[in-house]
């Protein structure tokens, strides 16, 4: 999620953990504790392979194996010097145990991917649920936040913690509701074409959970299709694009292309784009316009030995990744996408 709701979402759930005495304080220190996995950032700037920046964010900050050490350090380090810690330290205890594992929780209900279980090498997990940004889920976290920090003893701290607390994860089963509607028209809409078992995922278009995008893996390419919660009626229509499956095995073999196959769970598109190997994250944009795209690989020429003879053949040659510019404006997107989400097109509907 983004790192305004990590804050307040942080110091929501540590103030209904902690005692009301020291509620604001830790509404202050649930802000600091659910930021602390996202400190990854920081080193990872240094580093000057974008691709590495990418995979290799929520990753080892972002273990459920490893936090709870963490967490269980910091509180043993903040209980010997005494304060509030020492004076309620079981309450405090899961105050940082709770609000920090809260961190890769939340992150794993977006499609960004998070890697909750390194240092298995499993695939991130990304229940993609939830936009990365989204405002309503935000204001939740934020009003309860506001309230506990203007009356921190009062019962109607205690209130708006609760509701908080109770909307905010009730937002998260509603985002899993409309995602499982989404799964079942687009099971629909793809059996007649026995797709339904092929490789796809859904995720909210951005700032919202009413309209969602779904992307199907195709031999030839991949499907993509929308759907609004809301207005949407009829069958699921699904627009086809091709590609070449050929440039994929190309980018499985650099070792860029096989980490953002991985990262991706293979949800990508490679074109080959003036002599470059360009491999497209599918999770995060739409067609034609995706906010992660990289080049990984430029072609060479190289004679193969054949019963014919030497024969040119093309070799794609790795070369440091090259991170493109995100090219998708939303200033543009977004009142059509706000439309869509109300207006079933009417091409779409029985």
Same mark, same amino acid.
């Given at each position: ?136 889920? +935000?204001?939740?976290? !934020?009003? /309860? ?5 203007? *009356?921190?003893? =009062?019962? &109607? #701290?205690?209130? $708006? %913690? ?9 937002? +998260?089963?509603?985002? !899993?509701? /409309? ?5 079942? *028209?687009?099971? =629909?809409? &793809? #059996?007649?074409? $026995? %797709? ?13 959970? !009413? ?140």
């Amino acid at each position: 999620m983004d790192s305004l709701t990590h804050l307040f979402y942080g110091g929501v759930i540590a103030a209904a953990i902690a005692p009301r005495a020291h509620r604001r304080a830790a509404l202050l220190a649930g802000m600091a504790i659910n930021t602390l996995p996202d400190l990854d950032v920081i080193p990872l700037r240094l580093l000057a392979d974008p691709v590495a920046q990418m995979t290799c964010h929520r990753g080892v900050t972002h273990s459920m194996l490893l936090l709870p050490f963490v967490a269980w350090a910091l509180w043993a380090w903040f209980r010997r010097r005494g304060g509030r810690v020492a004076e309620a330290p079981r309450r405090w205890f899961w105050v940082f145990m709770l609000t920090l594992l809260a961190h890769p929780f939340i992150d794993a209900f977006t499609v960004y991917g998070t890697q909750v279980l390194w240092p298995l090498p499993l695939p991130p997990t990304m229940w993609s649920s939830l936009f990365i940004i989204d405002p309503m889920f +935000l204001l939740v976290w !934020l009003l /309860a936040f506001v309230v506990a920090m203007a *009356a921190p003893r =009062r019962r &109607l #701290a205690d209130r $708006a %913690l609760v509701a908080g607390l109770a909307l905010g994860f009730g937002y +998260l089963g509603w985002s !899993l509701v /409309a995602k499982w509607q989404v799964e079942r *028209a687009a099971d =629909r809409a &793809l #059996a007649p074409m $026995a %797709l339904q078992d092929a490789p796809r995922f859904s995720v909210p278009m951005p700032f919202n959970t !009413l309209l969602w995008r779904v992307v199907v893996m195709t031999p030839d390419g991949y499907l993509e299709g929308e759907r609004s919660v809301v207005a949407d009626r009829g069958p699921m229509r699904f627009r086809a694009v091709p590609a070449d499956a050929a440039l994929v095995e190309a980018a499985r073999s650099v070792s860029a292309g096989a980490r953002l196959l991985w990262f991706n769970h293979h949800f990508a598109r490679v074109d080959a784009v003036d002599g470059r190997l360009r491999l497209t994250d599918l999770r995060m944009g739409s067609e034609p316009d995706y906010t992660f795209r990289f080049d990984i690989a430029e072609r060479s020429a190289q004679a193969v030995d054949t019963a014919e003879g030497p024969k040119p053949a093309v070799v794609w040659r790795a070369i440091a990744p090259v991170q493109l510019k995100w090219p998708w404006d939303a200033a543009d997107r977004l009142p059509a996408m706000w439309t869509r989400i109300w207006r079933e097109p009417v091409d779409s509907a029985d």
